[in-house]
């Protein structure tokens, strides 16, 4: 009953990573749709395999929790492979953080346990060294994440000049339509 209580909290933690809090909204327009169940287990299997095998577990022994933790896992599928298609340099730290975070949580179980004082300290490090890397690659997505916002933003702001400096012409034409003064000469016949 302890390692299924640790594995719950392993996935919840996961479950902060996806996009969706909780997983129950829709993706927005425009944004892919969830992997399927075999494709979320075959990435799994093949990058998480502990989160694989406990995950199987879960399967056996509580199917409504698997099918809850299925679809929260799939929002860091998706993730992944949304990284992997606009930024590849940062899906592969998308996944070492994901890695190193399943890893976190066994060092932190052991530190709760360790019988003394050395062994705490030196587990105590290692988590702390596990962390500052996490916290390093979730960093540098974020930084992407404000460069492409920012170059979004450069976008509209172009677009809103053109716009303010081509006032004139946009009302006349817009005119034009809306009483239908058309030039003969000019239109499509």
Same mark, same amino acid.
Request: charged share 30%; proline share 6%; glycine share 4%.
């Given at each position: 009953?302890?390692?299924?209580?640790?594995?719950?909290?392993?996935?919840?933690?996961?479950?902060?990573?996806?996009?969706?809090?909780?997983?129950?909204?829709?993706?927005?327009?425009?944004?892919?749709?969830?992997?399927?169940?075999?494709?979320?287990?075959?990435?799994?299997?093949?990058?998480?395999?502990?989160?694989?095998?406990?995950?199987?577990?879960?399967?056996?022994?509580?199917?409504?929790?698997?099918?809850?933790?299925?679809?929260?896992?799939?929002?860091?599928? *998706?993730?992944?492979? $949304?990284?992997? =298609?606009? #930024? /590849?340099?940062? @899906?592969?730290?998308?996944?070492?953080? !994901?890695? &190193?975070?399943?890893?976190? *949580?066994?060092?932190? $179980?052991?530190? =709760?346990? #360790? /019988?003394?004082? @050395?062994?705490?300290?030196?587990?105590? !490090?290692? &988590?702390?060294?596990?962390?500052?890397?996490?916290?390093?690659?979730?960093?540098?997505?974020?930084?992407?994440?404000?460069?492409?916002?920012?170059?979004?933003?450069?976008?509209?702001?172009?677009?809103?000049?053109?716009?303010?400096?081509?006032?004139?012409?946009?009302?006349?034409?817009?005119?034009?339509?809306?009483?239908?003064?058309?030039?003969?000469?000019?239109?499509?016949?």
């Amino acid at each position: 009953m302890k390692k299924f209580a640790q594995f719950v909290v392993l996935i919840s933690g996961f479950c902060l990573l996806s996009p969706v809090a909780g997983g129950q909204e829709p993706p927005p327009p425009g944004e892919p749709p969830l992997p399927s169940e075999q494709e979320t287990l075959a990435f799994l299997e093949t990058n998480l395999p502990e989160v694989f095998e406990n995950l199987q577990r879960l399967r056996q022994n509580e199917p409504e929790i698997f099918q809850h933790e299925i679809r929260m896992l799939g929002h860091m599928v *998706r993730r992944y492979n $949304e990284l992997k =298609r606009v #930024a /590849p340099e940062l @899906a592969a730290g998308f996944l070492r953080a !994901q890695q &190193l975070d399943a890893q976190c *949580r066994k060092v932190a $179980e052991a530190l =709760r346990q #360790a /019988p003394d004082e @050395a062994q705490k300290t030196a587990l105590k !490090q290692k &988590l702390e060294e596990m962390l500052n890397e996490i916290f390093d690659l979730r960093l540098a997505e974020r930084e992407l994440e404000v460069k492409n916002l920012e170059r979004e933003l450069n976008k509209i702001r172009t677009m809103l000049e053109t716009r303010r400096e081509a006032k004139g012409q946009i009302v006349e034409r817009r005119l034009r339509d809306l009483t239908m003064e058309v030039d003969e000469a000019m239109g499509w016949w």
